[in-house]
């Protein structure tokens, strides 16, 4: 069985001297991750993979029963001892903003009476929007989101993150906030929930900061209708 991605138990974990598993043109396997694979919003990490006769961009992570499929830029198969890089800046913009749309997500669910998340996108032009599930809702109110968020930025919280059995979570209202699906159950039961302080409780498996305190003070960019019930919130710093 597939252990826990390296990318979920140290985000501060960027170079890794490994070996494949198996190799194929273009493709490695690996029997650790430490490259977030891109999901729930946030994009996939930049990274490289370097061997004794060259290197190559990863171009996607799959998972496999034995491990990870790293997918290569190339058709050469890698040899010998194996190093995968992960470009620092990128993987820190990365955990900010996923962190700060935890923050938000967590205002809405409670002051406009747990609505529920209807998409997320984060960006690497330092921006990213949120969609809720809010019919009839007053737009100045989510243009104020800035004011909570700062003050949870300077409450410097910890943010940690455990393995939970997944129907458990799943019983527990407001683990799962999105309308339309819910953190994937991984191949022992478990999924992974990130906690905020006191603040936040919510799955994901994404990568984050350590603490609150790491991120900028934002502000809200712009405040759209999309459709009848859905409203989109872009924030950035």
């Known amino acids: ?18 070996s494949a598993l198996d190799v194929r043109p273009g ?11 891109g999901g729930g919003g946030q994009l996939p990490d930049r990274a490289v993979l370097r061997w004794s006769r060259g290197e190559a961009a990863i171009t996607a992570v799959t ?3 034995r491990g990870w499929w790293h997918a290569l830029d190339t058709e050469e198969e890698p040899d010998g001892p194996l190093q995968i890089s992960v ?29 529920l998340l209807t998409g997320a996108q984060l960006s690497d032009d330092e ?3 949120l969609d809720f599930d809010l019919p009839g809702s007053d737009a100045a109110r989510l243009r104020e989101l800035a004011n909570p968020i700062n ?12 393995l939970m059995p997944w129907d458990e ?3 527990v209202p407001g683990l799962f906030r999105s309308k339309a699906v819910s953190p994937p159950r991984q191949a022992d039961g478990n999924v992974r929930i990130v906690e905020i302080g006191e603040i936040d409780r919510q799955g994901c498996g ?6 609150t305190g790491l991120a900028r003070p934002v502000r809200v960019l712009k405040v759209d209708n999309k459709g009848r019930q859905n409203r989109r919130v872009k924030i950035g710093f």
């Open 127 to 129: 921006t990213f929007r």
């Open 1 to 18: 069985m597939r252990s826990q991605p390296l990318y979920q138990t140290d985000a501060s974990l960027l170079v890794l001297e490994t």
């Open 169 to 171: 979570a799943n019983a």
């Open 151 to 162: 003050e949870v930025i300077r409450a410097d919280l910890p943010v940690r993150a455990f």
């Open 63 to 65: 998972p496999d029963e």
């Open 87 to 115: 470009e620092p800046e990128f993987r820190r913009l990365m955990c900010e903003l996923h962190t700060l749309a935890h923050i938000a997500n967590s205002v809405v669910f409670r002051e406009f009476n747990g609505a």
């Open 206 to 211: 994404g990568t984050h900061l350590a603490s």
């Open 27 to 37: 493709a490695v396997l690996i029997d650790q991750c430490i490259a977030f694979p």
